[in-house]
C-alpha cells in the first residue's frame, strides 16, 4: 500500500513533464507516461489548487513524485527535528577552519571526528576554538569509518554530514531539514557548488564540477536523473542509517577510497526509504588547485566503480544501449545515410507502437534525443575505457572521420554549454584528461576485484514505460 505524502505537503511539476491530455502526462526519470483513473483526477484537482488534504491527494503526490514527474515541497511551518553535525578530518587544518567558522553560525552541536590526523594538536585547537567535540581515532580508517563513528557519537533525530573541505551556506540545515516532515524521507542533499581558483584547472572544475548534481530538484534512485548523493553534504534520519547499518556500521568502511556515498544511498533506497536532492540550498566546496589533484580524485574515484558494480548489480553500467538509436549511430558512424535514416525510423515505429493508442509524447523528439545520448555516451566510452581500441582503429584511413567524431564529438557538444567559462581547445584536452584518469581508475578497480562488471556496456528495450 501506498503511503501518501503528508498533509500540507505541495508538488512542483517536473520541468521536463508534459501534458498529454486531461489524463496523462510523458516525463518522470525514467520517462513513461502516466495515466490519471477518475479518482486521480479528482485527486490531481486537490494537489493544483493546494496542499495535500486528503488521502488519495496524498497517494498521487507520492507516486507522482517517487516518478520524477513532480517535486514535493514541504510545508514551511514544518518544525525542524534536532541535528548534530559530523565533521570527518584528516588533517586539512585550513580548510577545516573555514567550515567550522561557517557552522558556527547556525549554532547546531558538531562532533569532528579525528582521522589519526598527522598533526592532532592542530585538530584539536580548532575544534576548542569552534566549540567542537572532538573523538580521536587511532588509527585512519578512510571517511566513511570516521562518519560510522560520528553517527555513533550523535544523539539527535538527524546528521548532517560535512566534509572538511566545504564552507556550508548560513541556515542551510534547516532548509533541508524541512523535508524530515515526511517520515519516508532518509537523507536530503543540498547543490553543492565548486570554489576554485581562476586557472585553466580551476576554471574547467567550475565548467564540470562532480559533486554538483544540478540546478534542479529530485527524487535521487539508482537508474534516474540523479543516482545518487555525496555525504560532502548531506543532511539524514538517523534511525534510517541504523536501519541500513551492516554488522553495526553505517558507510561501508571498506570503501575507504571513494563509492561510500553511493553506496549508502543505494541501500537506502532499496530499503524503501526515499532520498531528496534540494538544490535551492548551496554548500561551497573548495577544491583543487592544480590538475594533479583534479586528475588524481577523478582516478580515486574510478577505482569504487568495480566494488560498487559488485555490490549493486546491474546498477552501475558505464554505457546504457538501447538497440535503434545504437543501429543509428553505427550506421551513421559506418557513414551509411540511408541505413541510419532507416534505423531512426524504425525507432520513432517502435516506440509509436508502445505507446499503444496514447497521444503521442513528442517520440521524434524524444529518439533524436535518444540518438544524440548514444553517440556522446559511445565517444566517452571509447576514451575512458577503450582508448588503445580507439587508437588502433584510428590507423585504418577509412574510420578516421568515425573516431574524430566519437572522440573530440562529445566534449565539444559539452562545452557549449560552457562556453563562457573556458575555450573550446582548453576544455576538449581537459575533458579528455578527466575521461582517461577516471577510467583508468575504473580498470584498476576492476583488475584488483577481478572483475569485468564496471566495463560492461548494458543493453535494454523499452526507453519509457506506461504507469497507471
Same mark, same amino acid.
Given at each position: ?227 545518487? &548523493?555525496?555525504? %560532502? *553534504?548531506?543532511?539524514? #534520519?538517523?534511525? $534510517? @542509517?541504523?536501519?541500513? /547499518?551492516?554488522?553495526?556500521? !553505517? +558507510? ?74 545504437? &543501429?543509428?549511430? %553505427? *550506421?551513421?558512424?559506418? #557513414?551509411?545515410? $540511408? @541505413?541510419?535514416?532507416? /534505423?531512426?525510423?524504425?525507432? !520513432? +515505429? ?119
Amino acid at each position: 500500500m501506498t503511503t501518501p505524502l503528508p498533509a500540507g505537503f505541495r508538488i512542483a511539476l517536473d520541468r521536463g513533464a508534459k501534458q498529454l491530455s486531461d489524463g496523462s502526462w510523458f516525463g518522470g526519470s525514467p520517462a513513461r507516461i502516466f495515466r490519471l483513473t477518475p479518482a486521480g483526477r479528482t485527486a490531481w484537482t486537490e494537489l493544483t489548487t493546494g496542499p495535500v488534504s486528503s488521502r488519495a491527494g496524498g497517494v498521487l503526490a507520492r507516486r507522482l513524485t517517487d516518478a520524477g514527474l513532480a517535486h514535493p515541497r514541504p510545508p514551511t511551518s514544518a518544525q525542524a527535528p534536532d541535528v548534530t553535525v559530523v565533521i570527518p578530518v584528516h588533517d586539512r587544518v585550513e580548510k577545516l577552519t573555514h567550515c567550522l567558522a561557517a557552522l558556527a553560525e547556525d549554532g547546531h552541536p558538531t562532533i569532528l571526528v579525528d582521522d589519526a590526523s598527522r598533526d592532532p594538536g592542530s585538530v584539536a585547537d580548532a575544534a576548542k576554538r569552534f566549540g567542537a567535540r572532538l573523538v580521536v581515532r587511532p588509527v585512519n580508517g578512510g571517511p566513511a569509518a570516521a562518519r560510522n563513528t560520528g553517527i555513533h557519537a550523535a544523539g539527535t533525530e538527524l546528521v548532517a554530514f560535512v566534509d572538511s573541505d566545504c564552507v556550508p551556506s548560513p541556515g542551510w540545515i534547516a532548509e533541508l531539514a524541512r523535508h524530515f516532515a515526511d517520515p519516508l524521507v532518509a537523507a536530503v542533499a543540498p547543490r553543492i557548488v565548486p570554489v576554485s581558483s581562476d586557472s585553466w584547472a580551476g576554471r574547467y572544475t567550475r565548467a564540470t564540477f562532480g559533486l554538483d548534481l544540478g540546478d534542479y530538484p529530485a527524487a535521487v534512485a539508482p537508474d534516474t536523473r540523479v543516482a545518487w &548523493a555525496p555525504t %560532502a *553534504a548531506l543532511v539524514v #534520519r538517523k534511525a $534510517a @542509517l541504523l536501519d541500513v /547499518a551492516r554488522d553495526g556500521d !553505517v +558507510l561501508d568502511p571498506t570503501l575507504s577510497v571513494a563509492g561510500e556515498d553511493v553506496d549508502l544511498v543505494w541501500r537506502l533506497h532499496e530499503a524503501g526509504w526515499r532520498i531528496r536532492y534540494d538544490p535551492t540550498v548551496h554548500v561551497r566546496h573548495l577544491e583543487p588547485e592544480t590538475w594533479q589533484g583534479l586528475l588524481h580524485r577523478r582516478f580515486r574515484y574510478g577505482t569504487s566503480a568495480a566494488p560498487l558494480a559488485l555490490r549493486h548489480p546491474g546498477k552501475v553500467p558505464p554505457l546504457v544501449l538501447f538497440p535503434w538509436p545504437t &543501429a543509428t549511430v %553505427a *550506421a551513421a558512424l559506418a #557513414r551509411r545515410p $540511408a @541505413l541510419a535514416a532507416a /534505423a531512426y525510423a524504425c525507432s !520513432v +515505429l517502435s516506440t509509436l507502437r508502445a505507446v499503444n493508442g496514447q497521444p503521442n509524447p513528442g517520440v521524434g523528439r524524444v529518439m533524436r534525443d535518444a540518438t544524440l545520448q548514444t553517440w556522446q555516451g559511445i565517444g566517452r566510452y571509447g576514451t575512458q575505457y577503450a582508448l588503445p581500441a580507439v587508437a588502433a582503429l584510428a590507423v585504418c584511413k577509412k574510420w578516421r572521420p568515425a573516431v574524430a567524431s566519437l572522440v573530440f564529438g562529445p566534449p565539444l557538444v559539452e562545452w557549449l554549454r560552457h562556453r563562457r567559462t573556458l575555450d573550446p581547445v582548453r576544455f576538449v584536452l581537459g575533458r579528455l584528461a578527466d575521461d582517461v584518469a577516471y577510467g583508468a581508475g575504473v580498470w584498476a578497480g576492476s583488475v584488483a576485484h577481478r572483475t569485468t562488471t564496471a566495463l560492461a556496456p548494458q543493453i535494454r528495450w523499452r526507453l519509457f514505460r506506461r504507469t497507471r
